[in-house]
């Protein structure tokens, strides 16, 4: 079956801190991997994707690169910010992008 | 535009009622799909909806079920409800719900259960 498992939260940085939040996943299927980031209140927003194999997803400084070999997708940022403080979860869908298979999630707080 | 639109936004019923929710999705959406995130279990998927068809299932009982209309809006109810249904039900909409599509989600509808 299909299930992802993230690093256990919460975490807590000092600005302008290296992140790393650690997603690894099994499927069936060859899927599509997800980042998604919950803000306080708010719904889940799609941070980045990948598609296929070695492929890289990027914004707001954020990346990730799909790794069939270790089933990986790890979320890493340079230097975090406070504005960053929020719930990243790592998902998978092996049908579609509103199928999808989520991690627990992980808390990031971002100390000045 | 306008994003996914979630109502109620906050809704409290009583054990063994029952309840229906509704989503709009962003216009041109063809697909939506509903997920319950709770502390415990996390976000799990409960189904799919795309061209008033359900194309995808969770693994939740048939308690919960849910329809969507010729506009792509969809309902999702739970009928004899349990205190552990207490959660946030989030509703996501997308084009097609292809791989290279992007789901969108709305800000959620927390219901507890008293």
């Known amino acids: 079956g299909n299930s992802v498992t993230q690093m256990e939260g919460p975490a807590t940085l000092s600005e302008e801190a290296f992140l790393t939040i650690n997603c690894t996943y099994t499927?069936?299927?060859?899927?599509?991997l997800f980042w998604y980031v919950q803000y306080p209140g708010e719904g889940l927003q799609l941070l980045l994707k990948?598609?296929?194999?070695?492929d890289k997803g990027s914004n707001k400084g954020f990346e990730a690169t799909y790794r069939k070999e270790t089933t990986s997708f790890h979320l890493e940022k340079g230097s975090v910010q406070v504005s960053d403080s929020a719930v990243y979860f790592c998902?998978?869908?092996?049908?579609?992008?509103?199928?999808?298979?989520f991690g627990t999630g992980t808390r990031l707080t971002v100390i000045p | 535009k306008a994003g996914v639109t979630q109502t109620p936004r906050y809704l409290i019923k009583t054990r063994g009622q029952q309840v229906t929710l509704s989503c709009s999705p962003i216009?041109?959406?063809?697909?939506v799909s509903w997920y319950q995130q709770t502390p415990g279990q996390g976000l799990q998927f409960l189904f799919e909806y795309f061209s008033e068809t359900q194309r995808n299932k969770g693994n939740f009982p048939g308690r919960f079920s849910g329809r969507q209309f010729s506009n792509s809006r969809s309902e999702m109810n739970v009928s004899t409800l349990e205190l552990g249904d207490s959660a946030l039900y989030l509703c996501a909409s997308s084009w097609a719900g292809g791989r290279n599509t992007e789901a969108f989600f709305g800000q959620g509808t927390r219901l507890t259960v008293v």
């Open positions: 998902a998978l869908s092996d049908t579609g992008a509103n199928n999808l298979f």
């Open positions: 499927a069936t299927g060859y899927p599509s």
């Open positions: 216009s041109g959406h063809r697909s």
């Open positions: 990948a598609t296929k194999a070695d």
